[in-house]
């Protein structure tokens, strides 16, 4: 595996880390654990998700986030409770893709994982501030289902095709980009309202 595919996955899965952390270690361990996913030599370092401990964890948080993600405001306070923990997640995450033994590599993977993660996470708390404005509960629940398939699919798209691995974190990006800046606009349209004039 080269150096771009490798880039490329630890770009996706740092960045899927951002929007749902326990899912992708859930996830990835349980694929590893049942020897779905085959990891090449290097990434061993990833086999401790397969660790029963951590699977239990990391099932029972991305249980509570499924939950907890689904009702209003509520998914708002446990976005800003993991506005640490997940660009962490995700830096360690992507700290473990790359090489070990290049140490280099390791502290790029380490702060491009973290800042990739915590702006996933702030393009999706923004997102979803946004939905919790809208009068209909609905939305939460359909925004929300749509972040778990997404970052399922999109986790073992990259896994299974680290080519187009590169191109899930290019879109990523974009996406939490977008968001943030949708985002930013509506605030600004809903709290900063230019009087109008002649009135």
């Given at each position: 595996?080269?150096?771009?595919e490798?880039i490329?996955?630890?770009?996706?899965?740092s960045?899927?880390?951002?929007?749902?952390?326990?899912?992708?270690i859930?996830?990835?361990?349980?694929?590893?654990?049942l020897?779905?996913?085959?990891?090449?030599?290097?990434?061993?370092?990833?086999?401790?998700?397969?660790?029963?401990?951590?699977?239990a964890?990391?099932?029972?948080g991305?249980?509570?986030?499924f939950?907890a993600?689904?009702?209003m405001?509520?998914?708002?306070a446990?976005d800003?409770?993991?506005?640490?923990?997940?660009?962490?997640?995700?830096?360690l995450?992507a700290?473990?893709?790359?090489?070990?033994s290049?140490?280099t590599t390791?502290?790029?993977a380490?702060?491009?994982?973290?800042?990739?993660?915590?702006?996933?996470?702030?393009?999706?708390?923004?997102?979803r501030?946004?939905?919790?404005?809208?009068?209909?509960?609905?939305?939460?629940?359909?925004?929300?289902?749509?972040?778990?398939?997404?970052t399922v699919?999109?986790?073992?798209?990259?896994?299974?095709?680290?080519?187009?691995?590169?191109?899930?974190?290019l879109?990523?990006?974009?996406?939490?980009l977008?968001?943030?800046?949708?985002?930013r606009?509506i605030?600004?349209?809903?709290?900063?309202r230019?009087?109008?004039?002649?009135?």
């Open positions: 595996m080269g150096i771009m490798i490329g996955i630890a770009g996706s899965v960045l899927l880390a951002g929007w749902r952390l326990y899912l992708c859930f996830a990835t361990g349980l694929a590893m654990r020897d779905v996913l085959p990891l090449p030599e290097h990434l061993a370092s990833l086999s401790v998700l397969g660790n029963p401990w951590v699977l964890i990391a099932a029972f991305a249980l509570a986030e939950f993600d689904k009702v405001w509520l998914d708002s446990w800003t409770l993991h506005t640490l923990i997940r660009p962490v997640g995700g830096a995450l700290l473990a893709i790359v090489d070990p290049d140490s390791q502290v790029v380490f702060l491009l994982g973290g800042g990739a993660s915590f702006l996933a996470h702030g393009g999706k708390a923004s997102a501030a946004v939905v919790n404005a809208s009068p209909e509960p609905v939305s939460n629940v359909v925004a929300s289902s749509a972040e778990d398939v997404a699919g999109l986790l073992w798209l990259a896994y299974e095709y680290p080519l187009a691995a590169g191109g899930i974190a879109v990523l990006l974009v996406l939490a977008s968001m943030l800046w949708r985002a606009k605030v600004r349209r809903v709290f900063f230019t009087p109008e004039v002649g009135r």
